[in-house]
């Protein structure tokens, strides 16, 4: 099964949503729940997305989007609206494989984008999200599977932070080297003295 | 007495948070903010059981950790039966932050009576965090 993850921004309020939907008082797709799928200005018609195999690959997503965070990684959680591939092409939604910027070798491979030139693209996708399944992953998992991201050297951190230093990169980044729980890419790994 | 923190106090918080981490990183002792005070504690019993407000105070509890006494425990095991699906998957949050041990007997069995998806998926990814 291959599923295509889109992240979600408003977490408590989608889960308000359809807890309502679920127990029959609430609307099958609110109007704010459109928001979550246009394009940022940034990527103009193109909806990032993720093509992933199972829960395992959903989180070493959360965990990508946790490293480029402004705040400490653990804080919160990390929230994703996951639909079988073929439903979306059932419903003539077409995905394209493009680069990520995550600054995660392995997850940026499975980025790919969604074309949303008009309203009515808006809805379809959006209806189509809404009736996929929520994936929920809280902060501290997610930061577990930084750290095992970072030891693979899974993450571009040094070039993340040439690209962004303002970006959270660099905190979450610097937080597991003073820790000592990660090697990074370019940055040589601190070694504790021997004891005499 | 529930007194929710202000936006300013929240600025502050996570202030204090990113302060923390680059003084975590740079090797220096804690760092104190003057102007933030610490979330007041919480009596759960001043709120419905069955309220946005009740999933508000146990969200909080598993984003800051900063509520912690044992009441609110004791409220999370009552809101895990809660008629709202945002209750349970709150309390099942607050649990797993509280006591990850009690929450990895307690939510599996949870899970599976769950009718909601949306609640199961939350409780499931607070049973990895209790599990972790």
Known sequence: ?196 | MVKLQSETQTALRDLATKVDAIASALHVGPVTIAAWEPAEQVDPSQLNPDSAEMAAVFNRVADDGEITNSMVQEAALTGLTSSRGDVRAAAARAIATLNPTLAASLLPDRIKEENSGFVASVMLGALELATL
């Open chain 1, 1 to 196: 099964m291959t599923l295509i993850l889109r992240k979600l921004e408003s977490t408590d309020v989608w889960l308000k949503a359809k807890a309502n939907e679920e127990s029959g008082v609430g609307e099958a797709l609110p109007a704010w729940g459109i928001r979550e799928f246009v394009p940022s200005e940034k990527d103009g018609e193109g909806l990032s997305v993720f093509r992933v195999r199972d829960r395992t690959e959903a989180l070493q997503v959360a965990a990508a989007f946790g490293m480029s965070k402004a705040t400490s990684a653990e804080k919160g959680r990390y929230a994703f609206m996951a639909v079988e591939e073929n439903l979306l092409s059932e419903a003539g939604i077409n995905i394209s494989k493009t680069p990520g910027d995550l600054g995660h070798l392995v997850v940026d491979d499975k980025h790919y984008e969604i074309r949303v030139r008009s309203s009515e693209d808006l809805l379809l996708v959006a209806s189509t999200f809404w009736s996929g399944d929520l994936m929920h992953f809280e902060g501290r998992t997610v930061l577990k599977a930084m750290r095992d991201s970072m030891r693979r050297d899974d993450f571009d951190v040094a070039g993340q932070a040439k690209i962004s230093p303002q970006k959270g990169v660099c905190m979450n980044a610097l937080k597991f080297i003073a820790d000592g729980a990660a090697v990074v890419r370019g940055v040589p790994e601190v070694v504790e003295p021997a004891a005499t």
